[in-house]
């Protein structure tokens, strides 16, 4: 989990300094357009359906290309049948780090898709036991996004996480989120 903590806090602070390499990219990829977005995510699994609210920081490389971390804090638990036993899921926490790719349908209207690694911190809780289990994951998914100005816009995607040799069962992840242009 450190170094993908690491890589999303590179990410970050090449973000920080996007105005100084703006200046030294080559016109294909400018402008470079800074972003973030705050909104839900729901998470299914073939075991449990759980929510988290989720934040990304991204910066955009031209009309095509992107690269954004995403941290996401779970707020939707579920309980399962166990054996006869209920057993409560929750997400604790995840974070991923992404390469975008956008296609320009109109000057306020993109589809995207992207691709990553991720990790994920699940708690399951019965009878009083507690048991938390990490796992990383290929994450690869698709969406679209449409801008109201040239700041305001609102988000939707789907993203599968694969785990890898992993108890967590593959997740499909659905979330909408209000964008934000910096």
Same mark, same amino acid.
């Given at each position: 989990?450190?170094?993908?903590?690491?890589?999303?806090?590179?990410?970050?602070?090449?973000?920080?300094?996007?105005?100084?390499?703006?200046?030294?990219?080559?016109?294909?990829?400018?402008?470079?357009?800074?972003?973030?977005?705050?909104?839900?995510?729901?998470?299914?699994?073939?075991?449990?359906?759980?929510?988290?609210?989720?934040?990304?920081?991204?910066?955009?490389?031209?009309?095509?290309?992107?690269? %954004?971390?995403?941290?996401?804090?779970?707020?939707?638990?579920?309980?399962?049948?166990?054996?006869?036993?209920?057993?409560?899921?929750?997400?604790?926490?995840? %974070?991923?780090?992404?390469?975008?790719?956008?296609?320009?349908?109109?000057?306020?209207?993109?589809?995207?898709?992207?691709?990553?690694?991720?990790?994920?911190?699940?708690?399951? %809780?019965?009878?009083?036991?507690?048991?938390?289990?990490? %796992?990383?994951?290929?994450?690869?998914?698709?969406?679209?996004?449409?801008?109201?100005?040239?700041?305001?816009?609102?988000?939707?995607?789907?993203?599968?996480?694969?785990?890898?040799?992993?108890?967590?069962?593959?997740?499909?992840?659905?979330?909408?989120?209000?964008?934000?242009?910096?």
């Amino acid at each position: 989990m450190r170094p993908l903590m690491l890589a999303a806090s590179a990410v970050l602070a090449a973000a920080a300094l996007v105005p100084a390499a703006a200046q030294a990219q080559s016109s294909m990829f400018q402008p470079i357009q800074p972003y973030g977005t705050i909104g839900y995510a729901g998470a299914n699994t073939d075991d449990a359906n759980v929510g988290a609210i989720q934040g990304r920081l991204g910066a955009r490389f031209g009309s095509y290309l992107g690269l %954004e971390g995403e941290l996401g804090v779970g707020v939707k638990d579920d309980t399962v049948d166990v054996g006869g036993t209920p057993v409560d899921i929750k997400l604790r926490h995840q %974070e991923a780090i992404y390469g975008v790719g956008f296609v320009p349908l109109t000057p306020h209207f993109d589809i995207l898709g992207r691709v990553g690694y991720g990790h994920s911190s699940i708690r399951a %809780e019965s009878a009083g036991i507690s048991v938390t289990d990490g %796992e990383d994951s290929w994450n690869y998914g698709a969406g679209a996004q449409y801008t109201f100005d040239d700041k305001n816009g609102v988000r939707v995607d789907y993203t599968r996480h694969n785990f890898q040799g992993s108890s967590i069962s593959d997740a499909d992840v659905w979330s909408v989120a209000y964008l934000r242009k910096f």
